[in-house]
């Protein structure tokens, strides 16, 4: 199945006095790469989403967002009370000493008073009801995809057929290079001989023509490119369900391969026009390979 690489899926739901909302938008890519913003509670987990995607989306470049709302008291921080009251010890001996006053404000202030262990448990809170809305918003995305894979597998498949057409008929017309080819010389080598009054022998016209002919025989060519529009076809079957743009991409360039060897061999005009108008085809091919996962 073909499927672009463009795409957008969003979900969200209320979960124990959380607002949770999942977003995922994709893009071309030559590969696949993921993007994964993430509250500060909740950074813990970004590895694991990140494997997460990997192992739904095959190309294209993936941004995640999760965006939390907590109306809960989990959010909160915890007193460490054994390190306030190693602090509170000290800062009474200095007092006593001193005569000065503890402000209760700056003890909050000293390190590992106040300790934020609050996003471990808005993570477990959580990561249940995100990974349900990740399998929302990806199958979203999912068919936005392949809505858009389907458009682009007319494409091709049009494209496909362009050349399939051209390719015809210059198979058609390769038996006649030869044969022009003779015809052409023995004009030439009687033209040039005429003033000597002789005219060219046929099997010299002959030994020249077979040797042209081999030179610019072109049928294993032919047959090879024959061949890859083949695969393209198969490619393109809708039942398919491996993605196909990397293997398109290559296909694409073997193509082109045949049809510049096809036209540097024929030393054909009628042949290099319908070249050209497969190459134009090809290339076109080889673009919307980008946009194909």
Known sequence: MIRSMTGHGAASCEHEGMHISVELRSVNNRSFKATVRLPDSMSALEGELEAWLARRVQRGSVSLTVRLGDGTTR??????????????QQLQQVAGT???????????GLPGVV??????AISAAAKPVIERLLDEACGSLFRMREHEGRSLGELLRSLGETIESRLQEV???APEVGRLYGERLKTRMNAMLAESGISAREEDVLREVATFAERADIAEEIERLGGHLAHLRKLL?????EPIGRTLDFLSQEMLREA???????????????????KTAIDRIKEQAANAE
């Open 260 to 278: 510049n060897t096809i036209a540097s061999k024929a030393s054909d005009l009628e042949i290099a026009r319908r070249v050209v108008e497969m």
């Open 171 to 173: 198979r058609a017309r």
């Open 237 to 241: 079957d809708p039942a398919s369900p």
């Open 115 to 120: 300790v934020d262990d609050g996003g471990a």
């Open 98 to 108: 001193s005569g000065s006053r503890v402000d209760p404000g700056m003890l909050l």
């Open 75 to 88: 959010s909160a921080g915890r007193i460490n009370v054994q390190a306030l009251q190693g602090y509170l």
